[in-house]
């Protein structure tokens, strides 16, 4: 099966043009999914367990009668946990290990400190109170996705973490459930959709209300999402998935193809872009492509995306690669080189970056530690990987002596009155000491 994907040179007039449409990517859901959603969400705000039976037995064609028949309990999980084979079990706690150890490192402490005149700053880390978690269900497993969201709110010590995971047509997955009991999920309610995330942004005398919902889903869900941040808080609207591997033409074109082929396998829409000077070696990996699609079980959805979204970009040199890098912002990168410590360092944006020819991005998605869940569609710009930091809030600390705050009044008035808010400045001004002089 031959693959038709685009090829671009840097040096061919329009270049920059052409890639900015390459990146494009509407991720806005459009007014039919938008009022589906939004009617979705005002029924469970309304109605509670009542709308969530009607929509999980509607959506997932199911025929739950009882709220009590949507939550799993921690023994089921045990019990789904021993279904599955001791060589998965192993690597689910091998890799739930991994990602708690690198997260751990990410733990920031409170901290302070005393200004001269006695006057105490500093900042409070206080952990979430209570974290929802979406994991896409049915016959999809996503057992990487439960623990990329649990184990950082685990480190980040919060209190309790609610999973949601729809099961179409009953169907419940053991894998799933099963990462959910290593990771240490507190409770798991089986729905999903729009009708999920309005339970956990709002309650249902079922679904405890939550401060934060992560993880990812479909339109629906990315839009409902949307519609209760402010609610509640969320982690990112992501995009499809994405790749862009920068290469110097040394490394195995099979390997390269394959990366590429990693991403590409998700879904149609999904990314993947390979940049190297060497005009040589994107044939070689264009032939490697053509050669192992056949041997891909999702060989048409590889197919789809690369030829709607992949490309191939030819550059002068690898200085020039790492500026095109910096304008993708990819949310995985991949520097298949010699020396990517060297070139790591002109790196601006990217969600993820993964060094040396013998780093494949698949595993950074299951276990070498980092999280997984990345800044998608440029938005490493101005966006970060999931981590405890995201489970986390940051309170200020301000204590004033007396001496401390007559010196901070002596600031502080003339601005307040320069804003005209006398009654700001007053209230600094009544504690400004007066000394002996009548200051």
Not at 81 to 90: C, D, F, P, Q, W
Not at 120 to 127: A, D, E, R, Y
Not at 310 to 324: K, L, P, R, T, Y
Not at 392 to 410: D, F, M, N, T, V
């Amino acid at each position: 099966m031959s693959l038709n994907i685009r090829e671009f040179s840097s040096r061919a007039e329009g270049f920059r043009s052409e890639l900015e449409s390459l990146l494009a990517w509407d991720s806005v859901s459009d007014n039919g999914v938008q009022q589906a959603v939004a009617n979705i969400v005002e029924q469970v705000r309304l109605k509670g367990d009542t709308a969530l039976i009607e929509f999980t037995n509607q959506f997932d064609r199911r025929q739950v009668a009882s709220s009590s028949e949507l939550e799993i309990t921690r023994e089921e999980l045990a019990l789904a946990k021993g279904r599955v084979s001791i060589e998965l079990v192993a690597s689910l706690e091998a890799a739930a290990e991994r990602v708690h150890n690198y997260h751990e490192r990410q733990i920031q402490p409170s901290w302070q400190y005393q200004e001269d005149s006695g006057t105490v700053l500093g900042q409070k880390i206080t952990p979430l109170d209570r974290v929802g978690v979406y994991v896409p269900g049915g016959k999809a497993a996503y057992p990487s996705s439960v623990l990329m969201n649990v184990m950082p709110a685990k480190v980040a010590g919060v209190g309790e973490i609610i999973m949601v995971v729809p099961t179409p047509d009953g169907i419940v997955n053991d894998i799933v459930l099963a990462a959910a009991y290593i990771a240490g999920v507190d409770r798991v309610f089986t729905i999903g959709g729009a009708q999920a995330v309005a339970a956990l942004a709002y309650g249902t005398k079922s679904v405890p209300k939550v401060d934060k919902i992560v993880g990812p889903g479909n339109i629906y869900v990315a839009t409902a999402k949307k519609m209760v941040f402010g609610v509640v808080g969320i982690d990112m609207i992501a995009g499809p998935s994405e790749i862009l591997v920068v290469c110097d033409g040394k490394t195995d074109p099979d390997w390269i193809a394959m990366d590429l082929f990693s991403q590409a396998e998700h879904d149609e829409d999904a990314q993947s872009i390979l940049i190297s000077p060497d005009l040589a070696f994107l044939k070689a990996v264009k032939a490697s492509m053509d050669k192992l699609l056949e041997t891909q079980s999702r060989k048409d959805i590889i197919k789809a995306s690369l030829e709607g979204r992949g490309a191939f970009i030819h550059v002068e040199n690898m200085d020039e690669a790492m500026d095109i890098a910096n304008v993708v912002a990819a949310e995985h990168l991949e520097l298949s080189m010699d020396d990517p410590e060297k070139w790591v360092e002109k790196i601006r944006h990217a969600g993820a970056i993964f060094m040396g020819r013998h780093t494949p991005e698949a595993l950074g998605d299951y276990c070498a530690g980092p999280n997984h869940v990345l800044p998608t569609s440029g938005t490493a710009r101005f966006s970060s990987p999931l981590g405890v930091y995201d489970f986390q809030k940051r309170s200020s600390l301000i204590y004033c002596s007396p001496e401390g705050a007559s010196e901070l009044a002596k600031i502080a008035s003339p601005l307040a009155r320069g804003e005209s808010l006398e009654a700001h400045a007053l209230s600094a001004e009544y504690r400004i000491l007066k000394g002996a002089n009548g200051e």
